[in-house]
């Protein structure tokens, strides 16, 4: 471990540079506990373009955007190769105290309060485990700072940061050096982080859902709710105004969480430009020419990977491509970390478990297989699941906007209902269990409906003394798990909650006590109004209409053409509070034989439509 010292908290300082424009930026540090150089797990949890290493940014050109091969922070030339210096700055922190009490042969700074290009404004050695950056960008006119001028991130804003193209819910950008040392109870905390969190949907908003969940299953503490974005809401508040609502703001400067710590890989989504891939050490560094000496540090080691965590929960969101290296233009080796992870000795106590959710992810790994095998092997072996189909909508032809998902005791401790959204413009990937592997399980189906069921969602794989370490991997998203009908999103909870404690609470406790009321599904739920359709595309056999009245009364279902002619009336009566089915066999009210083509269903309790494609008649 690193040599302890004194824990140093945050240093606050402004940057400036000149140019044609006026470019603010401000950086909060929160220095790590530890003192050595080159231990933990040194990540950049924020980056723009190119690749950062161990807890660096870049001030780059006139913009000042982030990124670059640099653990420096770093003033560079204006366009016209000027080399000006900071400009007078009002803060009484422009020389941070660091500079003036670290031994200079540490820091290399030369005394000078001006701040040329290439100073190290973060210099090497400062940021130990557990340091903690928050920083954003202000760019105004040099005559006028208050005339016309652009935050990035606006830090008054929390969703969407429509600069950044962010949905991910922070009013700052960040990066962090791993492990949060801060949490050690050596250093106040209530003990390291059991699971590490990796972010593999970097700005889609899979971090605020995750982030949320954390918060409200007792797994982060009420004292470091906002540790990292800057606020922390109820569900009910509206975070989306512009400007956000100054109540939900906080000020705490420190890395999320209290029993996980938060590990982020920079564009994620694209195949050429993202930086910091977990597996980013086990990239490539044969023949690397003028790139020698730049390789990407950002991501774990084997070995620092398996001292820290016991859990890595991997959360790809929608992404259905390229989610894991290596593959060919990207030698980054995923997968050789997260096996080494799983199987090798050494490290946190044995068994390890990994969880994985992304409505893609089995899709991505099952293309990327047909280049590299041990993609699929890790899919069969580690993960005990086959790859079956890349969506459950189009196997399963239900065309409704939320399908059930219904889980099993190998995923949660009784047999709970949530609801997936279910639209065309995704897709909920569908497995199978791996039954060479006696130990993987079903853990959750979607809704049977069709003629291919049943429809595997989420497979658990439990340890054997053979294969010893624990998986479970989810079918879909974050963000499009709710509660059954998709009517509130207090199910996502409860999910995480329940199989958290009930598949990896052998290993670690990563939730504790929640400090809102879970919604949990078949456990005494009052009713709800909701409509959803059986066999809404009719090729054989009638359709099924499941309803629920949330309170005794006349209800009304009825069937409507295209035109919106009432062709049917397929009940009308008095309903009791609860969950009810009706068929409709294709006919209008005189009995005959409707003709092929588009119906919709109407309930008076419920304000959208259902439909139905009639092909077989």
């Not at 240093?11 to 950086?27: F, N």
Request: charged share 20%; hydrophobic share 35%.
């Amino acid at each position: 471990m690193e040599r302890e010292a004194r824990p140093r908290r945050a240093v606050g300082t402004d940057l400036r540079t000149t140019d044609d424009d006026h470019q603010v930026g401000r950086v909060d540090v929160e220095v790590g506990p530890g003192r050595r150089r080159g231990r933990g797990v040194p990540t950049r949890r924020r980056r723009q373009r190119g690749d950062a290493v161990g807890g660096g940014v870049t001030v780059i050109g006139r913009s000042a955007l982030v990124g670059a091969h640099s653990r420096r922070l770093r003033a560079l030339p204006s366009l016209t190769g000027d080399r000006r210096p900071i400009a007078p700055s009002p803060c009484p922190a422009c020389v941070p105290a660091w500079l003036t009490t670290v031994p200079q042969s540490r820091t290399g700074w030369d005394g000078s309060a001006t701040t040329k290009e290439f100073t190290k404004i973060i210099p090497d050695g400062i940021l130990t485990p557990g340091s903690h950056v928050q920083y954003f960008y202000r760019k105004s006119h040099s005559i006028d700072p208050l005339l016309n001028f652009a935050m990035t991130p606006d830090t008054t804003i929390i969703d969407n940061q429509s600069r950044e193209g962010s949905r991910d819910q922070h009013r700052w950008q960040q990066f962090s050096v791993l492990p949060d040392r801060w949490k050690n109870g050596a250093f106040g905390g209530a003990g390291a982080a059991c699971m590490l969190y990796i972010d593999l949907n970097d700005r889609r908003g899979n971090e605020g859902r995750f982030v949320g969940v954390m918060d409200s299953i007792g797994a982060t503490a009420s004292a470091k709710f906002g540790a990292h974005n800057g606020w922390h809401a109820a569900g009910t508040d509206d975070i989306t105004t512009v400007p956000a609502p100054s109540s939900t703001f906080r000020h705490i400067n420190s890395q999320p969480g209290t029993t996980w710590d938060m590990y982020g890989v920079k564009a994620a989504e694209s195949l050429t430009t993202s930086a910091g891939a977990p597996g980013s050490r086990l990239a490539n560094r044969s023949n690397m020419g003028f790139a020698a000496g730049r390789e990407s540090k950002a991501g774990p080691t084997p070995e620092m990977l398996r001292a820290y965590y016991r859990v890595v929960s991997l959360i790809s969101g929608d992404l259905n491509s390229g989610i894991l290296g290596p593959f060919v233009n990207r030698s980054q080796n995923d997968i050789a970390l997260f096996n080494d992870f799983l199987t090798a000795p050494g490290g946190t106590t044995q068994p390890r478990g990994m969880f994985v959710m992304g409505d893609g992810f089995g899709q991505s790994e099952k293309a990327t297989g047909g280049v590299d095998p041990t993609h699929t092997l890790f899919l069969t072996d580690k993960l005990g699941l086959i790859f079956r189909n890349p969506s459950y909508q189009s196997l399963a032809g239900n065309l409704n906007d939320c399908a059930d998902v219904l889980t099993t005791l190998a995923l949660t401790p009784s047999t709970d209902a949530y609801g997936v959204s279910n639209f065309c413009t995704w897709s909920n990937d569908v497995f199978t269990r791996n039954p060479a592997l006696a130990e993987a399980a079903e853990g959750a189906f979607y809704e049977n409906v069709g003629l291919n069921g049943p429809y595997v969602s989420d497979v658990v794989k439990t340890a054997v003394p053979l294969r010893n370490w624990v998986t479970a991997t989810a079918g879909y998203e974050i963000e499009h798990l709710f509660s059954r009908y998709c009517d509130t999103d207090n199910g996502r909870l409860a999910y995480y909650y329940y199989m958290l404690n009930n598949v990896f609470g052998g290993l670690c406790t990563i939730s504790g006590t929640p400090p809102v009321t879970l919604d949990t599904p078949q456990s005494g739920r009052s009713f709800t109004n909701f409509m959803k359709i059986g066999n809404s595309v009719m090729k054989q056999g009638p359709s099924t209409v499941r309803f629920g009245v949330a309170k005794a009364g006349r209800v009304q279902i009825s069937i409507y053409d295209v035109t919106g002619r009432k062709i049917k009336n397929v009940a009308d009566r008095v309903f009791p509070a609860g969950e009810h089915s009706l068929m409709w066999d294709g006919t209008d009210d005189s009995g005959t034989k409707v003709a092929r083509g588009v119906y919709f269903v109407r309930s008076s309790v419920q304000k959208d439509a259902g439909r139905i494609i009639v092909l077989n008649n």
